[in-house]
């Protein structure tokens, strides 16, 4: 999955040779306060780029497919094998679709960090459009909290959808640790999107951050047990797992899941890769 042939300027949702200035599209009330002003400019510019990136996520279907329907479909096609809803004492007493609801749960946030935030924003600085909005009176950081709440959003969804369909597909239980489940699905979205700022803040080109991101997600995804459950995998394999944040966030969503608090372990995991990839993608992101 790619986003990176899209050719809309995110700043106007137009095309992008348009090199209008969302913030002043339409002339605004001036008031005496120029810095009322200027939070103004920049949370109209804010609305409008998240709605932008919003319709053109939503017009690219390969995006809209991974990461809101493949995980579905795959708890669907893994839960309508009768073997797979059996308890075993191998998953500590879980069927095995009720081990891959967490799992899919972090695949969604990590398509959505290594395939979406990395191709999108490569290609918009190749473009030009990045070198654009930071000429213009709106924050460049805008564009960057825009594309995150989108895909956060989506990643909303697809967690709801998994754990709706889950349980009324498959009888799988709801969470039952609720605020553990939204600790550790914050730390896992801003720790893997953290990731995926840091890649787009240092390749290349588009196609480079097309092909880091591909390889970065199946490592990400094989420790966070998307081909072998972690209670399945080698004991050396799943201590690595827990300093990965995909790893990390897999235990942490699974553990909420059935009613534990998760882990101090993985809590600071996702939130050392929070702060360290947040911190060097600031410091090494390019405009131009």
Request: proline share 7%; charged share 15%.
């Amino acid at each position: 999955m790619t986003t990176a042939d899209r050719t809309a300027n995110p700043a106007t949702g137009r095309t992008a040779d348009r090199t209008a200035n969302p913030a002043t599209d339409r002339p605004a009330a001036r008031t005496a306060d120029p810095a009322a002003d200027r939070a103004a400019v920049t949370g109209r510019a804010l609305r409008r780029l998240t709605l932008t990136e919003g319709r053109l996520f939503l017009r690219d279907p390969a995006a809209a497919f991974f990461s809101l329907l493949f995980p579905v479909l795959l708890l669907v096609i893994l839960g309508s094998v009768p073997g797979f809803r059996k308890h075993t004492a191998a998953l500590h007493g879980l069927s095995t679709i009720e081990a891959y609801a967490p799992i899919l749960v972090v695949f969604s946030l990590a398509i959505l960090g290594m395939n979406g935030l990395v191709p999108t924003l490569t290609a918009y600085r190749e473009r030009g459009v990045l070198r654009r909005l930071s000429a213009s009176p709106v924050p460049a950081a805008s564009m960057l909290t825009a594309l995150v709440t989108v895909y956060l959003a989506v990643a909303v969804v697809s967690l709801g959808l998994v754990v709706a369909v889950g349980r009324l597909a498959f009888g799988i239980p709801l969470p039952r640790e609720p605020l553990g489940l939204l600790v550790s699905f914050v730390l896992a979205a801003s720790s893997l999107f953290g990731v995926g700022l840091l890649v787009a803040a240092v390749v290349p080109s588009a196609k480079a951050g097309n092909a880091v991101g591909m390889a970065l997600f199946f490592p990400l995804m094989f420790f966070s047990g998307l081909w072998v459950p972690r209670a399945l995998m080698p004991s050396v394999l799943r201590h690595i797992g827990d300093f990965i944040p995909s790893g990390a966030a897999t235990q942490a969503v699974a553990d909420s899941w059935t009613g534990h608090w998760p882990g101090g372990g993985d809590l600071a995991t996702m939130a050392v890769f929070t702060l360290v990839a947040g911190f060097l993608a600031a410091k090494l992101f390019r405009w131009r």
